[in-house]
């Protein structure tokens, strides 16, 4: 049984080797609370996820270091593995679906385990890594649902009482369910009067649903480019401590996700993955009621792939009203694309693309469509651009923004 003694334990033992990250104020991110950021983002190998690795391998006999290794992991948990087993020269085979992120691939590498790509999602990687395990008589070390695992991503619920002895409420990013299930034993053993809420992806709400029907759910599939996250069945161990210990378990959109990762490069100068930034997308988007609270959001990685970092941020400009598309009908004679972007530009706006669609068959043979890329401040600004046009006459047609 997990006990607060062994989250003790796991503290003493992680101190030379994972940082104690630091709890920084966060007023800028449109919370209705006092928020503040816990940044494991900035942890050794980018990631919460040495904690439980690290200790969870210190405490293997010689006999099952001398067998090596195994784990599955979309990333964070395999450079956690690799670089615990590394320091105590233990052999280590990482099973990662084939879609991992290929920054987090070359990063498990670097660190010295053997990497074994899978076809699928974490699950199928899961499967290939248990099966892998009985042939060789190697350890599996879980990701999420171990006790010592748990002990280990436990010590991160000590450090924030340590660093917010006032905190009311603390937001943790949810797959299957370790980093929760230790924070929340951790925080609800020392202070039970604490709230502590988990935040999925809604494409991938296995905790959320199984929360929600009082058993484990399966999902079919996962969709998010939260991949440290995509977690279709959670963890035996994990379900039953969030349902005992975990005040609630809400969503975030891809969008609300992409504009939290913006938000933080911007007002906070820090780089969070999909799932590290969960927690901030759910206290900017009112996911749970924090007004008049102090609120510790968990930042538990950033180990983004920079492949997709740009399409993160587009989105993010887009959620956030920073970037818009119009599409307007045109008579095709001189002089319109002028008034447009007078409009425009007296609104404040910034035209970045052009676009004249003469080709459409759905207009008459002499119009056509203008489809203009804009840079703006926020919604209210394109609300506004927007009305402007429909007064002088144009016509918008289908617009996205």
């Not at 030379?16 to 990250?21: G, I, N, Y």
């Amino acid at each position: 049984m997990l006990t607060l003694d062994k989250i003790y334990h796991a503290a003493f033992v992680l101190k030379d080797v994972a940082r104690k990250t630091s709890l920084i104020a966060a007023p800028l991110l449109g919370s209705e609370g006092e928020l503040y950021l816990k940044t494991e983002n900035l942890q050794i190998t980018g990631s919460f996820k040495l904690r439980g690795a690290y200790y969870k391998i210190s405490q293997l006999t010689e006999e099952e270091k001398s067998k090596g290794i195994i784990a599955c992991s979309a990333g964070n948990h395999a450079q956690g593995v690799a670089l615990a087993a590394t320091r105590n020269h233990i052999h280590s085979t990482i099973c990662m679906p084939d879609g991992a992120p290929i920054s987090k691939v070359e990063a498990t590498k670097r660190l010295g385990a053997q990497v074994c790509l899978v076809k699928g999602a974490y699950d199928d990687a899961y499967d290939y890594a248990c099966r892998l395990q009985k042939e060789t008589g190697a350890t599996f070390i879980h990701p999420f649902d171990d006790e010592q695992v748990i002990a280990g991503q436990g010590t991160i619920g000590l450090e924030i009482l340590d660093q917010l002895d006032s905190v009311d409420a603390v937001l943790v990013p949810v797959g299957g369910g370790g980093l929760i299930s230790g924070v929340a034993f951790a925080i609800k053993s020392l202070r039970p009067d604490v709230k502590v809420y988990g935040v999925q992806a809604a494409g991938a709400p296995s905790m959320f649903n199984s929360m929600a029907t009082h058993e484990q759910i399966t999902l079919d599939s996962v969709s998010t480019f939260a991949d440290g996250i995509a977690v279709k069945h959670p963890g035996d161990i994990t379900f039953s401590m969030v349902e005992k210990y975990v005040d609630g378990v809400v969503t975030v959109t891809e969008d609300e996700i992409a504009a939290a990762i913006l938000a933080l490069i911007e007002k906070q100068k820090l780089i969070a993955e999909g799932a590290g930034a969960v927690s901030v997308a759910a206290a900017m988007f009112g996911k749970v009621d924090l007004a008049g609270k102090k609120a510790v959001c968990l930042v538990s990685g950033g180990n983004i792939d920079v492949n997709i970092l740009n399409r993160v941020i587009t989105r993010g400009l887009v959620m956030s009203g920073r970037n818009t598309n119009l599409m307007i009908a045109l008579e095709d004679k001189p002089g319109q694309l002028q008034g447009v972007s007078e409009i425009i530009s007296r609104c404040g706006g910034n035209v970045v693309s052009v676009y004249h669609d003469r080709a459409d068959t759905s207009m008459t043979i002499t119009s056509c469509f203008l489809k203009l890329g804009l840079e703006t401040r926020d919604g209210e600004q394109i609300r506004e651009i927007r009305q402007a046009l429909t007064d002088a006459g144009f016509t918008l047609v289908n617009e996205r923004a």
